[in-house]
């Protein structure tokens, strides 16, 4: 039933095989998945204070049992969230909010997948079963910070598997690393977006 956020942590997960440079073109189809990797994956020392990217990040979407982005006006940079934990339907299940909060800086196995990526055209990555090109020139992972995911039923689930919600994400004193190259941070962001509906 939820696929597409397998798809999408499968498409994360490519970037273990990236060259070296981090520089990457792919095409998003087929439910999201990524057929190139991404670059300069996996996470680093933790580095040095970088870019704060929060302002930038006016776009925003979600869907699945959940996916939430974020990406700038112009595409070249994004957030990505994918927790496969099953909030929408535990939410729906108990008919009420639910929410978890995550310290990023601990070693947790059930943490979300939590990604800022730069390149181009990076809208067509989330929630998308068109084939569209992309380039992803480089990949973080967040290390540090607290991370919230609240969720609420707006609706009745259907008989073809989606189950209407909001989610509201909140990201506090992110900090985003890679081998490599210096840290981006997202100091303070918040967004709430629809989720619990599958593209196509």
């Known amino acids: ?67 939430v982005w974020a990406t700038s006006d112009d595409e070249t940079w994004a957030l990505w969230v994918v927790e496969d934990g099953g ?15 995550w310290d990023m800086g601990m070693d947790l196995t059930d943490a979300p997948d939590v990604t800022v990526l730069q390149g181009s055209n990076l809208g067509v990555l989330f929630c998308n079963d068109v084939a569209e090109t992309y380039t992803i020139d480089h990949q973080w992972t967040m290390v540090d910070g607290t991370l919230t995911i609240e969720v609420t039923p707006t609706g009745d689930a259907t008989k073809w598997g989606e ?35 599958l593209p196509g």
């Open 163 to 197: 189950m209407p919600a909001d989610a509201t994400l909140t990201v506090t004193d992110g900090v985003f690393s890679a081998s490599g190259i210096e840290d981006v941070l997202i100091s303070s962001f918040e967004t709430t977006v629809a989720v619990g509906w």
């Open 1 to 67: 039933m939820w696929m597409w956020c397998g798809l999408l942590v499968a498409a994360l997960a490519v970037g273990c095989g990236a060259d070296d440079d981090g520089d990457d073109t792919g095409s998003v189809g087929d439910g999201g998945a990524s057929d190139g990797g991404t670059g300069d994956g996996g996470a680093g020392d933790g580095g040095t204070a970088g870019t704060d990217i929060a302002s930038r990040l006016t776009r925003t979407g979600g869907c699945s049992d959940l996916v």
């Open 87 to 101: 909030m929408v339907q535990a939410a729906h299940d108990a008919g009420a909010t639910i929410s978890s909060t």
